[in-house]
T-cell receptor, first 115, second 114 residues
Framework: GDSVTQMEGPVTLSEEAFLTINCTYTATGYPSLFWYVQYPGEGLQLLLK?????DKGSNKGFEATYRKETTSFHLEKGSVQVSDSAVYFCALSDRAGAGSYQLTFGKGTKLSVIP | ETGVTQTPRHLVMGMTNKKSLKCEQH?????MYWYKQSAKKPLELMFVYSLEERVENNSVPSRFSPECPNSSHLFLHLHTLQPEDSALYLC?????????????FGSGTRLTVV
């Protein structure tokens, strides 16, 4: 079945440091790929997405490129802020049934940014 | 009101109680989902409803019973739960073609079984 593997956390960075969170996936078809973010006490929010190979998703300074040859979708940000402290989830989609898609999530990576 | 709303935000229940979690979406989506989020475990998909029909049930114990009376509302009925069922329960919705647009999640219900 489909699966998503992302780097274990927690990750602790100083403000303005460069961030990379690795994500690789296994899928039988051609899934769409997503990064979700969960701030403390809240649900998951879609951060960015890519729907086909070589697409680059971007939002709020975060970027990730859909690499089919390496089955990867690594999340990057050039300069993190304290407000970026959250748990980040990599996910892929697959069809669950008529009209619906099932998201398969990685385990999440907790990021803490210190001033 | 827009987005996905879950109530209650917090719930404490005894093992012999019966309670229900509610989810409501105002996005015009036609698929809804229940996920369980436990500490140090991946998000677990519990149930999927598409066009008000259940299309996925990932071997969830019968003490969890979903209900989807219409495309805007989703319930999770709980009875005789165990302490290991304590978790954050997340509801999500998507439009057909959710693969392209992703899901919209609610803020979750933090459930504690005592």
């Amino acid at each position: 079945g489909d699966s998503v593997t992302q780097m274990e956390g927690p990750v602790t960075l100083s403000e303005e440091a460069f961030l990379t969170i690795n994500c690789t996936y296994t899928a039988t078809g051609y899934p769409s790929l997503f990064w979700y973010v969960q701030y403390p006490g809240e649900g998951l929010q879609l951060l960015l997405k890519a729907t086909k190979a070589d697409d680059k998703g971007s939002n709020k300074g975060f970027e990730a490129t859909y690499r089919k040859e390496t089955t990867s979708f690594h999340l990057e940000k050039g300069s993190v802020q304290v407000s970026d402290s959250a748990v980040y989830f990599c996910a892929l989609s697959d069809r669950a049934g008529a009209g619906s898609y099932q998201l398969t999530f990685g385990k999440g990576t907790k990021l803490s940014v210190i001033p | 009101e827009t987005g996905v709303t879950q109530t209650p935000r917090h719930l404490v229940m005894g093992m012999t109680n019966k309670k229900s979690l509610k989810c409501e979406q105002h996005l015009g989506h036609n698929a809804m989902y229940w996920y369980k989020q436990s500490a140090k475990k991946p998000l677990e998909l519990m149930f999927v409803y598409s066009l008000e029909e259940r299309v996925e049930n990932n071997s969830v114990p019968s003490r969890f019973s979903p209900e989807c009376p219409n495309s805007s509302h989703l319930f999770l009925h709980l009875h005789t739960l165990q302490p290991e069922d304590s978790a954050l329960y997340l509801c999500a919705s998507s439009q057909e073609g959710g693969s392209l647009y992703g899901y919209t999640f609610g803020s979750g219900t933090r459930l504690t079984v005592v």
